[in-house]
């Protein structure tokens, strides 16, 4: 019943933007933290920011930290990821991560494309 759905995933170039978009339904949205990740082709998943459920409190991975922004809103059940300044090692499929009692959830991920 728990499902994430992430957008805005697309190509862009080095130094340009790109919001995406994580569309929640199953659960009540408001009372859970929300993460994003990213994965790149031989490599871990790894954790980019993470949001608590009413926001006042907010994480990021070093490498994205000033560049990244992370976001939500709870009257729309959704979780955003605004990601400035991109460079090509910030390519990847990116997944929206929710920890809902026991268990975790993901999307289907999203890809995003850094190059001229």
């Known amino acids: 019943q728990v499902q994430l759905v992430e957008s805005g995933g697309g190509l862009v170039q080095p130094g340009g933007s790109l919001r995406l978009s994580c569309a929640a339904s199953?659960?009540?949205?408001?009372?859970?933290?929300m993460s994003w990740y990213r994965q790149t082709p031989g490599k871990e998943r790894e954790l980019v920011a993470s949001?608590?459920?009413?926001?006042?409190?907010?994480n990021y991975a070093d490498s994205v930290k000033g560049r990244f922004t992370i976001s939500r809103d709870n009257a729309k059940n959704t979780v955003y990821l605004q990601m400035n300044s991109l460079k090509p090692e910030d390519a990847a499929v990116y997944y929206c991560?929710?920890?809902?009692?026991?268990?975790?959830?993901w999307g289907q991920g999203t890809q995003v494309t850094v190059s001229s």
């Open positions: 991560k929710g920890r809902v009692l026991a268990r975790e959830y």
């Open positions: 199953g659960f009540t949205f408001s009372l859970y933290p």
């Open positions: 949001i608590s459920s009413t926001a006042g409190y907010t």
